[in-house]
């Protein structure tokens, strides 16, 4: 074979391929490497098209807590009670998962120092102040991180402390007519300052009540409980109201041990062969009926007229005669009865 006929055939390949299937045909070796090394390069070129894009890198997490925006503060008897809550998120809206400590500061003094209940919760410190402490108090916090990172400073509360009344005294309760009733004393301590009275049943929990005397009726009720009552004198400042020393707590058994009153203003009258006796009615709403005592003797020796209860303010004696003695006792549905009317003669 001549060198130019070689060259011909080099230049000239007889080759026949499909992209479909890769079958291919090949007259030499040169030929072979020359199509698998194009195809190569195809393969290559699709598998880099189908490579993502390298985007915009994204800006870093700033684990700086949010300032707290709701810090408040209030006076009960001579303590400052601040209350707040603990930022929920960072700067960068993140989740606060990291928070360690809150540092309040009392007119740019720090006051303390302490552990950050959870994110998002709230919390509360109590300070106390002296009964003759004078001035305004102005409260900030700051909330650090595990890592260092400090919040900005919270919104500023401030209170001006005040003198309050004592703690109430002799506070007493009793049940009666399927009701509580509780009653106190004023403070032996600065009574003048008691304004009014703030009293709740903490067990079983029931919401409290602001009176201006020193009474309360509780309308629920449930026989054979335990009821606890606390009650706290207030100071009034203008339209506020500033709790006192306190509260004095007063537990109270429902059963029910009052009697009735007792009867009054007896008289009798004839009528045929008998005596129409009569009195005034109760007025208890727990009032079951009476019963009716005589006897021939102002101080001893009283029967009574019927073996149950009289549920009238009247009773017909069929035996009356002038000169016999009667007395009426109410009773209530909880079988208390009331001590006996006065002796009343008849005429």
Not at 214 to 238: C, H, M, N, V, W
Request: glycine share 6%; net charge negative; with cysteine.
């Amino acid at each position: 074979m001549e060198i130019r006929d070689l060259k011909l055939d080099l230049a000239r390949p007889k080759v026949q391929s499909s992209f479909s299937d890769f079958e291919c045909e090949m007259q030499d070796s040169s030929n072979l490497r020359f199509l698998f090394s194009g195809k190569l390069i195809l393969v290559t070129m699709l598998f880099l098209s189908a490579c993502g894009k390298v985007g915009d890198p994204l800006p870093p997490f700033i684990r700086i807590p949010e300032a707290v925006k709701d810090l408040g503060v209030t006076q009960s008897g001579y303590s400052l009670v601040l209350t707040w809550t603990n930022p929920p998120r960072n700067i960068d809206g993140s989740t606060a998962t990291n928070l360690a400590r809150v540092q309040i500061k009392s007119n740019d003094t720090i006051v303390a120092t302490m552990d950050v209940t959870g994110p998002g919760q709230p919390q509360s410190y109590v300070i106390p102040v002296n009964a003759s402490a004078s001035g305004d108090r102005r409260f900030t916090l700051l909330v650090y991180t595990s890592q260092g990172k400090v919040s900005n400073v919270s919104n500023a509360a401030s209170i001006a402390p005040t003198q309050v009344p004592g703690r109430v005294v002799n506070a007493r309760g009793f049940a009666d007519q399927r009701r509580i009733i509780v009653e106190w004393d004023k403070p032996q301590e600065r009574p003048d300052l008691a304004d009014a009275y703030a009293i709740a049943r903490v067990d079983p929990p029931g919401p409290p009540e602001i009176l201006s005397e020193t009474r309360y009726e509780d309308t629920y009720y449930e026989p054979s409980k335990i009821f606890r009552y606390q009650i706290t004198a207030l100071r009034r400042i203008g339209g506020n109201t500033v709790p006192g020393l306190g509260p004095e707590t007063v537990t109270v058994m429902t059963d029910d041990k009052t009697p009735p009153q007792v009867p009054t203003e007896l008289e009798i009258s004839e009528v045929g062969n008998g005596g129409y006796l009569t009195w005034t009615a109760n007025s208890e709403t727990d009032f079951a009926g009476y019963r009716v005592f005589r006897s021939e003797h102002s101080d001893r020796d009283f029967k009574p007229l019927s073996d149950h209860l009289i549920t009238t303010n009247a009773f017909l004696d069929m035996s009356y005669r002038p000169g016999l003695y009667y007395r009426v006792s109410a009773v209530d549905e909880f079988n208390n009865e009331s001590a006996p009317s006065a002796p009343f003669r008849a005429p």
